[in-house]
């Protein structure tokens, strides 16, 4: 069964500063890799996707992930935050067999920026 | 068009009442799904369906839950009696096509089990 792992509970970054967020996955294929984002009192968007190719993949609102088979890793980036980013970000990973349409998240990071 | 539409936004109920938690798919998209988010254990799915039918319904934690989809345009998740464990945020999501296209989350329904 494939899981997530978020390591930072709750990050903090100042305006305009650049952000990474971890995101660690546990699979035995190659897996179809999420990062959703969460305002407060709302439903998830999706930021972006991997599913098989570049391994660096762009999203909405600026953002990017880095897919790094090596190190079970696809973190999220931002080259510079605003305000408005302050949200909970959850890393899901789907399983590659056809059919299957089950995502499993992670905990999530909180986003905290501050002026 | 109307995003993923849930009712109620927020339900207090005592323990041991019947919760019955409604959702309304975007239009035209065959997969709904079930979440439950709790600060213990996160985002957690419930049960899916496709065109209709429950696909998976392992993250279903007990008979206590139960959920069913008549319609492409309805869906109903109920909890029969409930618990104060079952307090959570629970989200619908449907989707279109299948291959892990972009799950559409709707605002959520907090429930309050006293």
């Known amino acids: 069964a494939q899981s997530v792992t978020q390591p930072d509970i709750h990050i903090t970054v100042s305006e305009g500063a650049s952000l990474e967020l971890r995101c660690n996955y546990s699979?035995?294929?190659?897996?179809?890799l999420f990062w959703y984002v969460q305002s407060p009192g709302q439903g998830l968007q999706l930021l972006l996707k991997y599913f098989s190719g570049d391994t660096l993949v762009q999203g909405i609102k600026g953002f990017e992930a880095e897919f790094k088979r090596s190190q079970s890793s696809f973190n999220l980036r931002k080259p510079s935050v605003h305000w408005s980013d302050a949200a909970e970000y959850f890393c899901?990973?789907?399983?590659?067999?056809?059919?299957?349409?089950?995502?499993?998240f992670g905990t999530g990071t909180r986003l905290t920026i501050i002026p | 068009d109307a995003g993923v539409i849930q009712s109620p936004r927020h339900e207090v109920t005592e323990m041991g009442q019947e919760v019955t938690l409604r959702c309304k798919p975007i239009?035209?998209?065959?997969?709904l799904f079930w979440y439950r988010q709790t600060m213990m254990r996160g985002l957690e799915l419930l049960i899916y369906f496709n065109n209709n039918v429950p696909i998976d319904d392992s993250g279903m934690p007990e008979d206590r839950f139960s959920a069913k989809m008549p319609n492409a345009s309805f869906s109903t998740l109920k909890i029969q009696p409930s618990e104060p464990r079952d307090s959570a945020v629970y989200f619908c999501a449907s989707s279109r096509g299948g291959r892990y296209n972009e799950q559409f989350f709707g605002p959520g329904t907090r429930l309050t089990v006293l």
């Open positions: 899901a990973v789907g399983a590659s067999n056809f059919g299957n349409e089950k995502l499993t």
């Open positions: 699979y035995g294929a190659t897996p179809y």
């Open positions: 239009s035209g998209h065959d997969y």
